[in-house]
């Protein structure tokens, strides 16, 4: 049986209050052998967990959790819908506690890392010095790909070395939350990837459901889906 994924998914509103999710996304599950199962903002962890053996939080806008209370939205601010909002938090403390392997991709990634105790940059262009692109400059352009540097130290994945990732965020971490290990950075000292609980939790800072051939990325969702094909095991 193959290992059933779920995904939270976005919030818009266009006319009318509208659950998406880019197709990329469970492109990525079903690619690499496994259900995806799309759950909407409104269903509780505690309901479906049972029936899950894996989770991907998605990227997207900013959270409003991860401002500093007192001050203004960075610039380039722009917020995910309060429902998405509240539902991805309650799925992220969730997670944190359950025995699901994790997958965080760009800005499911920074939501771990808030809610687990660390800090994020609110806009990097105006945080950090870097000539770096790290987001595509006009909607509809090709997203920018850098080189960082992975470290390492998780089971069945490329040695240390140099790798090219794409990039879409002018967001990121800053600090890791107490018990998270870092395991990429590109040259300007953003944090690409991060694991903790023993990595049963993944996070990565690119978007490897844009990237099918990208090496690194498929890598350690291959990992993580080996992961959640153990747990799915272990239920029969």
Known sequence: ???????NCDIK???RLRSRIAVTYH???SRHGATPLVIPPGV???EVAPILDGVVLIGGYDYRCGLIEGEAEPERFVAVHPRREQADLLWANFLLKSNLPVFGICGGFQLLNIVSGGTIYGDLESEVDS???HRAQQPGEELPNHEISWFGGLPAVPEPGLYQVNSSHHQSIKELAPGWQLLAQSKDGIIEAAH?????IVGVQWHPEEAPEEPLGNKLFQGFIHSCRDLAARRI
């Open 1 to 7: 049986m193959k290992p059933r994924i779920g995904l």
């Open 13 to 15: 509103h266009s006319g």
């Open 27 to 29: 492109e990525l599950v």
């Open 44 to 46: 509780a962890p505690q």
């Open 131 to 133: 000539t770096i692109a």
């Open 196 to 200: 903790a609980m023993e990595c049963r």
